[in-house]
Nanobody
Framework: QVKLVESGGGLVQTGDSLRLSCVVS???????????MGWFRQAPGKDREFVEG????????TYAASMKGRCTISRDNAENTVYLRRDNLKPEDTGTYYC?????????????????WGQGTQVTVSS
C-alpha cells in the first residue's frame, strides 16, 4: 500500500517562506515517476482546496489562481519526493497541507481525482 508522508510545516510569521516535503513509499509494481502529484490546503472548517500540481516527469505544473507567484512545486523522482515552496506567507495560508497522488495529469485537480493522500502537515502563519 502506497504511503505518503508530509513534513516541513510549522509556525511561521507573515512574509516568511517555507518548503514542504512529501515522501512516497510502498510501491510494489508501480513507481513514483508514473504518477502526478499535487498539494492541497485545508483551513479549519473549510473544504480541502488545490494549491499546485505537477506531472509525473515534472514537465508540467498547474497552480491555483489564488496562489500565483507564491508557490512553487517540484519533484525529485530519484528520491520519491515532491516539494512545495510557499513564499510571502499570509495568515490566510494557515491550514493543513496535504499531498496527493493521481495516475493521470490534467489541469483539473479536484479532490475526487486523487487516488492516495498523506496525513498532512500543519502550517500556521501568525500576523
Amino acid at each position: 500500500q502506497v504511503k505518503l508522508v508530509e513534513s516541513g510545516g510549522g509556525l511561521v510569521q507573515t512574509g516568511d517562506s517555507l518548503r514542504l516535503s512529501c515522501v512516497v513509499s510502498g510501491y510494489i509494481v508501480a513507481r513514483f515517476e508514473m504518477y502526478s502529484m499535487g498539494w492541497f490546503r485545508q483551513a479549519p472548517g473549510k473544504d480541502r482546496e488545490f494549491v499546485e500540481g505537477i506531472s509525473n516527469t515534472g514537465a508540467s505544473t498547474t497552480y491555483a489562481a489564488s496562489m500565483k507567484g507564491r508557490c512553487t512545486i517540484s519533484r525529485d523522482n530519484a528520491e520519491n519526493t515532491v516539494y512545495l515552496r510557499r513564499d510571502n506567507l499570509k495568515p490566510e495560508d494557515t491550514g493543513t497541507y496535504y499531498c496527493g497522488q493521481r495516475s493521470r495529469y490534467s489541469e483539473n485537480w479536484s479532490t475526487d481525482r486523487i487516488d492516495s493522500w498523506g496525513q498532512g502537515t500543519q502550517v500556521t502563519v501568525s500576523s
